[in-house]
C-alpha cells in the first residue's frame, strides 16, 4: 500500500491521526500533575515541616534535576525493553502513587514520594513524546503540526494545574489562608490518573506504534522494570535527603557526557568535528539559560507569596500559584506568532540562526529580571511591589523560552551524527538536570542564608532577592550578548545547519 493510501485510509481528526489527540489529552493531565505538584512543591516544604526557604529551595532544585536526569534512562528502556506504551502506563502508575504518597504529613514519606515521582516520570515523560512521532512516517509533511498541537496539551496541563491545585488547597483548608497543600497533591495523582485513563481507552487509536519488541512481549519485562524501578527509589530517597551530593553526580555525569563528545569530536572528520564544537557550546548555553528561567516554580514562587500586591477583580483574588500559569498560556497565545515569525523572517533571508535565537533567548531571561529588580523601586513599606511587575518578567522569560527550546531539540538531532542521536539528545537532558540544580542554588541565596536570614521581612528581605538576581542579569546578559556577536562564526561551525 502506498503512503498516501495509508493516509487517505487512516482514522484523522483535523486531518491529523486520532491518535495525537489521545496523546494530546494523556500528556495534557500528566503536565497537570507535574505541574500542579510543582507550583506547591517549596511552599508545602516550608510549611509543613517548617525548613527555611533556603533549604526548601535547595530540595526543590535537586527534585527537579533528578527529574530531568532519570529521563535520559527512560527512553532507553523504552528502546530495549519495554516499549513505548507500556512504559508510559508504568511511568504514569507510577508517578500517581507518588504524589498521594506525598499527601502524607511525614518528612520520609514526603522524601520517598518526590523519588517515586522521579522513577515515575523518567519512564513517561519522554517516551509519550516519541510516540507523537511514530504516528507519522518519514517526511509526513503533518509532523510539524502534529508536535506544535501535542504542545498546546502540555501548555494547557501546565497553564490550568497552578490554578486549580492552589485553590482545593485553600478550598480543603481550615483556615483559607492558611492552604493544606495535599489537598494539591491529591488532584495532582487524581490528574495523572485521568491521563492514564486517557492513554488506555484509546490505545487502539495509536496504529500498533509502540509496542514491545517481540522478544519482550511477556509480563516477564514489566515485572523485572517495575521491580527495578522499586530498587531505585531508595537510591533516589537517598539522594534527595543528601540534596548536597546531587549536585555532584549531576556534574560528574556531565562531564563524562562532554567528555566523551569532545573526545569523538577531536577524532573525527572535520565537518562533524566543528558541528561538534557547536553542539558542546550551544549546550553550556542551554545550562545558562535554564539556571535562570527555572527561577519560576522557586525563588520566584516566593516572590509573589511574600513581595506581590495581588490583583483583585470582583470576587476573585490571585494567589502566587497563579504566576506558574503564566509562562504557560503565554506559550499557547505567542507560540503561533513566533512560528509566523520566524517563517517571514526567513521568506526575506533575515530569520536569526540557532546561534542568535539562543543569544536573543539569554538576553531576554536578564532583561526580565532586570525589569523585576528595576520594580523595586516602588516597594512599600512591607516590601510589596504591583503585580504587574512580575507579570512583565513572566512574558519576557516566555518570548524568550520561545527563542531557544523550540529549536533545542531539532537543534539536537540536525548536529549529532546520527548513530548517536540518542546519546546526544542524553547530553542536552543532563544540561538541563545540572541547569535545574544551579537554579537552586541561585534560590538558596533569594531564601537568605546564614543567621538571622529566617527574620528578614518587608523591605530587608528584598536584599537578598538583589543579591541573587543582580548575577543572573550579568550573566544572561553576558553570555547571550557574546553568542549575538558570535553567532555568524558559530553558524560557520554548523556547515549549514539551521
Same mark, same amino acid.
Given at each position: 500500500?502506498?503512503?498516501?493510501?495509508?493516509?487517505?485510509?487512516?482514522?484523522?481528526?483535523?486531518?491529523?491521526?486520532?491518535?495525537?489527540?489521545?496523546?494530546?489529552?494523556?500528556?495534557?493531565?500528566?503536565?497537570?500533575?507535574?505541574?500542579?505538584?510543582?507550583?506547591?512543591?517549596?511552599?508545602?516544604?516550608?510549611?509543613?515541616?517548617?525548613?527555611?526557604?533556603?533549604?526548601?529551595?535547595?530540595?526543590?532544585?535537586?527534585?527537579?534535576?533528578?527529574?530531568?536526569?532519570?529521563?535520559?534512562?527512560?527512553?532507553?528502556?523504552?528502546?530495549? +525493553?519495554?516499549? %513505548? /506504551?507500556?512504559?508510559? !502506563? &508504568?511511568? $504514569?502508575?507510577? =508517578?500517581?502513587? *507518588?504524589?498521594?504518597?506525598?499527601? #502524607?504529613?511525614?518528612?520520609?514519606?514526603?522524601?520517598?514520594?518526590?523519588?517515586?515521582?522521579?522513577?515515575?516520570?523518567?519512564?513517561?515523560?519522554?517516551?509519550?513524546?516519541?510516540?507523537?512521532?511514530?504516528?507519522?512516517?518519514?517526511?509526513?509533511?503533518?509532523?510539524?503540526?502534529?508536535?506544535?498541537?501535542?504542545?498546546?496539551?502540555?501548555?494547557?496541563?501546565?497553564?490550568?494545574?497552578?490554578?486549580?491545585?492552589?485553590?482545593?488547597?485553600?478550598?480543603?483548608?481550615?483556615?483559607?489562608? +492558611?492552604?493544606? %497543600? /495535599?489537598?494539591?497533591? !491529591? &488532584?495532582? $495523582?487524581?490528574? =495523572?490518573?485521568? *491521563?492514564?485513563?486517557?492513554?488506555? #481507552?484509546?490505545?487502539?487509536?495509536?496504529?500498533?506504534?509502540?509496542?514491545?519488541?517481540?522478544?519482550?512481549?511477556?509480563?516477564?519485562?514489566?515485572?523485572?522494570?517495575?521491580?527495578?524501578?522499586?530498587?531505585?527509589?531508595?537510591?533516589?530517597?537517598?539522594?534527595?535527603?543528601?540534596?548536597?551530593?546531587?549536585?555532584?553526580?549531576?556534574?560528574?555525569?556531565?562531564?563524562?557526557?562532554?567528555?566523551?563528545?569532545?573526545?569523538?569530536?577531536?577524532?573525527?572528520?572535520?565537518?562533524?568535528?566543528?558541528?561538534?564544537?557547536?553542539?558542546?557550546?550551544?549546550? &553550556?548555553?542551554?545550562?545558562?539559560?535554564?539556571?535562570?528561567?527555572?527561577?519560576?516554580?522557586?525563588?520566584?514562587?516566593?516572590?509573589?507569596?511574600?513581595?506581590?500586591?495581588?490583583?483583585?477583580?470582583?470576587?476573585?483574588?490571585?494567589?502566587?500559584?497563579?504566576?506558574?500559569?503564566?509562562?504557560?498560556?503565554?506559550?499557547?497565545?505567542?507560540?503561533?506568532?513566533?512560528?509566523?515569525?520566524?517563517?517571514?523572517?526567513?521568506?526575506?533571508?533575515?530569520?536569526?540562526?540557532?546561534?542568535?535565537?539562543?543569544?536573543?533567548?539569554?538576553?531576554?531571561?536578564?532583561?526580565?529580571?532586570?525589569?523585576?529588580?528595576?520594580?523595586?523601586?516602588?516597594?512599600?513599606?512591607?516590601?510589596?511591589?504591583?503585580?504587574?511587575?512580575?507579570?512583565?518578567?513572566?512574558?519576557?522569560?516566555?518570548?524568550?523560552?520561545?527563542?531557544?527550546?523550540?529549536?533545542?531539540?531539532?537543534?539536537?538531532?540536525?548536529?549529532?551524527?546520527?548513530?548517536?542521536?540518542?546519546?546526544?539528545?542524553?547530553?542536552?537532558?543532563?544540561?538541563?538536570?545540572?541547569?535545574?540544580?544551579?537554579?537552586?542554588?541561585?534560590?538558596?541565596?533569594?531564601?537568605?542564608?546564614?543567621?538571622?536570614?529566617?527574620?528578614?521581612?518587608?523591605?530587608?528581605?528584598?536584599?537578598?532577592?538583589?543579591?541573587?538576581?543582580?548575577?543572573?542579569?550579568?550573566?544572561?546578559?553576558?553570555?547571550?550578548?557574546?553568542?549575538?556577536?558570535?553567532?555568524?562564526?558559530?553558524?560557520?561551525?554548523?556547515?549549514?545547519?539551521?
Amino acid at each position: 500500500m502506498s503512503q498516501a493510501n495509508e493516509v487517505s485510509t487512516e482514522k484523522t481528526i483535523l486531518g491529523h491521526p486520532s491518535g495525537l489527540f489521545v496523546l494530546f489529552f494523556a500528556e495534557l493531565w500528566e503536565r497537570f500533575c507535574y505541574y500542579g505538584m510543582r507550583a506547591l512543591l517549596a511552599f508545602y516544604v516550608v510549611a509543613q515541616f517548617n525548613k527555611p526557604q533556603a533549604e526548601a529551595s535547595v530540595s526543590y532544585g535537586a527534585f527537579t534535576a533528578l527529574v530531568y536526569a532519570l529521563g535520559v534512562f527512560g527512553g532507553y528502556i523504552a528502546d530495549k +525493553v519495554l516499549g %513505548y /506504551r507500556r512504559s508510559i !502506563m &508504568l511511568g $504514569g502508575l507510577i =508517578m500517581a502513587i *507518588g504524589e498521594f504518597m506525598i499527601m #502524607l504529613p511525614n518528612e520520609q514519606m514526603f522524601l520517598y514520594g518526590l523519588a517515586t515521582i522521579v522513577v515515575g516520570n523518567g519512564l513517561f515523560k519522554p517516551n509519550i513524546s516519541t510516540l507523537v512521532g511514530r504516528l507519522y512516517k518519514q517526511g509526513d509533511p503533518r509532523r510539524d503540526s502534529g508536535f506544535t498541537i501535542f504542545y498546546m496539551g502540555i501548555n494547557l496541563g501546565a497553564f490550568l494545574a497552578p490554578i486549580f491545585c492552589a485553590r482545593i488547597s485553600r478550598w480543603m483548608a481550615a483556615d483559607p489562608n +492558611v492552604p493544606e %497543600y /495535599r489537598w494539591g497533591f !491529591m &488532584l495532582a $495523582g487524581i490528574g =495523572m490518573l485521568l *491521563g492514564l485513563a486517557v492513554f488506555g #481507552l484509546g490505545s487502539k487509536s495509536l496504529q500498533g506504534k509502540g509496542e514491545p519488541p517481540p522478544e519482550r512481549k511477556g509480563f516477564g519485562s514489566v515485572l523485572g522494570v517495575a521491580l527495578g524501578c522499586v530498587i531505585c527509589v531508595p537510591a533516589i530517597y537517598w539522594l534527595l535527603s543528601k540534596k548536597e551530593l546531587v549536585g555532584y553526580v549531576l556534574l560528574a555525569l556531565g562531564l563524562v557526557i562532554m567528555g566523551y563528545l569532545l573526545y569523538f569530536a577531536l577524532k573525527s572528520e572535520l565537518v562533524t568535528r566543528q558541528r561538534m564544537f557547536a553542539l558542546l557550546l550551544l549546550l &553550556l548555553c542551554n545550562v545558562a539559560f535554564w539556571a535562570s528561567f527555572e527561577q519560576a516554580g522557586n525563588s520566584l514562587n516566593f516572590f509573589a507569596q511574600n513581595h506581590i500586591q495581588h490583583l483583585s477583580i470582583g470576587g476573585w483574588t490571585m494567589v502566587p500559584e497563579d504566576f506558574q500559569s503564566v509562562n504557560a498560556i503565554g506559550i499557547v497565545l505567542l507560540g503561533p506568532v513566533f512560528a509566523w515569525l520566524w517563517v517571514k523572517l526567513a521568506s526575506n533571508n533575515s530569520n536569526p540562526s540557532i546561534p542568535a535565537k539562543f543569544g536573543l533567548g539569554l538576553v531576554q531571561v536578564g532583561l526580565g529580571f532586570g525589569l523585576l529588580l528595576w520594580g523595586f523601586g516602588a516597594a512599600n513599606d512591607d516590601g510589596q511591589i504591583p503585580w504587574t511587575w512580575l507579570m512583565g518578567l513572566y512574558l519576557i522569560h516566555t518570548m524568550g523560552e520561545l527563542c531557544i527550546s523550540p529549536v533545542g531539540l531539532s537543534m539536537v538531532t540536525k548536529l549529532a551524527p546520527q548513530h548517536m542521536v540518542g546519546m546526544v539528545m542524553g547530553a542536552w537532558f543532563v544540561s538541563i538536570a545540572n541547569a535545574n540544580y544551579a537554579a537552586g542554588l541561585f534560590s538558596q541565596i533569594a531564601g537568605g542564608v546564614g543567621e538571622g536570614a529566617a527574620q528578614l521581612t518587608g523591605s530587608a528581605a528584598l536584599g537578598t532577592y538583589v543579591t541573587a538576581f543582580t548575577p543572573i542579569v550579568w550573566m544572561s546578559i553576558a553570555i547571550g550578548g557574546v553568542l549575538l556577536i558570535a553567532s555568524r562564526k558559530v553558524d560557520r561551525l554548523m556547515h549549514g545547519v539551521t
